[in-house]
């Protein structure tokens, strides 16, 4: 599977973004999915994750209750909704596919779009 993410930008402190994780191929409701972030010098966070039905939500403890992802396994995409964003939560932000098995764990994941600069000025 090939991802693609886009959404991402320059926005105030408080404000919104929605990120896309747009998928190639007819198999997208077999990948579990995940959204990570990583900013310079940092390692790769885990922020938000979905099982391959929806059914199962997971969140990063630093972005819980701000962030919400969602799949639409009819269009092959996934998304994460960020609200009450802050200056911390500027970095790339990457969406990762794995088929076999769910982890918050990055080396998990087989599969990576490109990534999306976030930046939040305050």
């Known amino acids: 599977v090939q991802l693609q993410a886009s959404g991402g930008g320059l926005v105030q402190a408080g404000g919104s973004l929605r990120l896309s994780c747009a998928a190639s191929g007819r198999t997208f409701s077999s990948y579990h999915m995940a959204w990570f972030r990583q900013a310079p010098g940092n390692d790769r966070e885990f922020v938000a994750g979905?099982?391959?039905?929806?059914?199962?939500?997971y969140y990063g403890a630093s972005v819980k209750g701000r962030f919400t992802i969602s799949r639409d396994n009819t269009q092959n995409t996934a998304s994460l909704q960020m609200n009450s964003l802050k200056p911390e939560d500027t970095a790339v932000y990457l969406c990762?596919?794995?088929?076999?098995?769910?982890?918050?764990?990055?080396?998990?994941?087989?599969?990576w779009g490109q990534g999306t600069l976030v930046t939040v000025s305050s």
């Open positions: 990762a596919a794995e088929r076999w098995s769910w982890s918050y764990l990055p080396s998990n994941y087989s599969y």
């Open positions: 979905i099982t391959k039905s929806g059914a199962n939500t």
